[in-house]
């Protein structure tokens, strides 16, 4: 087994190899003159099992780039199987053609993973569980909701409530109130356009509780910016907020600074970008869980046990 990374989160691969007491192959990744990128393996890696990890966050077309470029070298390398372990899969909110002449970039990035030689995907919190049926290879699909949990029960909460901020995240609010063994509500949402999204409604008691927020990500923050001020509006007595990548555009900071939301739990599957800019964010590391995860694909035993909480 080997394991590399591309320049997408160096840290987060340094953390994995880190947990499996490996060190990361080597990859020289240059640029041309113009700026096409440039790959080269520096370990033999033919007839091996190897692991590309490499989130598709920020700058998400030149990480994907660069991810795609790996894996076609892997393939031409002769490595026998190659894992694309891709923490935050990016691109996948447009996964269905819900307007005329629109794509379905979720589905493009999956032809494209298999088109260089992806063999599996090793991914997280997708943003909608559908999209592991865009890949016709084995896809293994972890939640971080065993680690958040863990943090949000050290916490030792009063009277807490999960809360989906829409509809879509039903599922993932609902597994969280489960572990949490805390009351569930869900928030009534419509997004008006990119970055602007409208609530109407709670569905469910919060008022008097604590309530935790719960989602695959934060982008510009607008979905927990609304969604938090009509909890407050409905009596609820805290608001935090978790979600598993922290995309945090640069507007985010700005709209979310005068959100009445007292903490953002979140994970290591992407950077922080500038450090969560005088938020309070608490960042926990899914390192060990992707590394686990990994050891237990090459040694072909069951993922399901990862998905407990303590
Ligand atoms: C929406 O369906 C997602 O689950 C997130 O709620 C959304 O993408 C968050 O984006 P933003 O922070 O821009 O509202």
Do not use: W
């Not at 009277?159 to 597994?175: E, Q, T």
């Amino acid at each position: 087994m080997k394991i590399f990374t591309g320049n997408a989160h160096r840290k987060l691969a340094e953390d994995i190899a880190k947990s499996l007491e490996i060190p990361l192959g080597e990859i020289q990744i240059t640029r041309f003159p113009d700026g096409e990128i440039s790959v080269k393996i520096m370990d033999n890696i033919r007839g091996m099992d190897v692991f590309i990890i490499q989130p598709t966050c920020f700058p998400p077309n030149e990480n994907l780039m660069e991810l795609l470029i790996i894996i076609d070298a892997m393939r031409r390398a002769s490595a026998a199987r190659i894992t694309a372990v891709i923490p935050y899969y990016g691109y996948a909110r447009q996964d269905r053609k819900d307007r005329p002449r629109v794509p379905i970039t979720a589905k493009l990035i999956a032809n494209l993973l298999v088109a260089a030689g992806t063999n599996r995907l090793l991914t997280m919190d997708l943003h909608a569980q559908q999209i592991q049926g865009f890949f016709d290879i084995p896809v293994d699909h972890l939640n971080a909701a065993p680690v958040i949990v863990k943090h949000l029960k050290d916490m030792k909460l009063e009277n807490p409530v999960v809360v989906s901020p829409d509809p879509g995240g039903m599922k993932m609010a609902y597994s969280y109130s489960r572990m949490l063994n805390a009351e569930l509500a869900i928030v009534a949402k419509q997004r008006k356009s990119a970055s602007e999204v409208e609530t109407f409604n709670v569905v469910g008691n919060v008022e008097g509780h604590t309530a935790i927020l719960v989602d695959d990500l934060i982008s510009t923050g607008g979905t927990l910016c609304s969604a938090a001020a009509l909890l407050k509006r409905n009596g609820a007595t805290r608001v935090l907020a978790a979600a598993t990548h922290p995309v945090f555009v640069p507007e985010a900071f700005a709209r979310l600074s005068g959100a009445p939301i007292e903490e953002y739990v979140v994970t290591d599957s992407i950077p922080l970008n500038a450090e969560g800019k005088g938020l309070h964010v608490t960042v926990l590391s899914v390192a060990e869980l992707l590394g686990d995860a990994i050891c237990r694909i090459h040694n072909n035993q069951s993922v399901s046990s990862l998905f407990k909480v303590e």
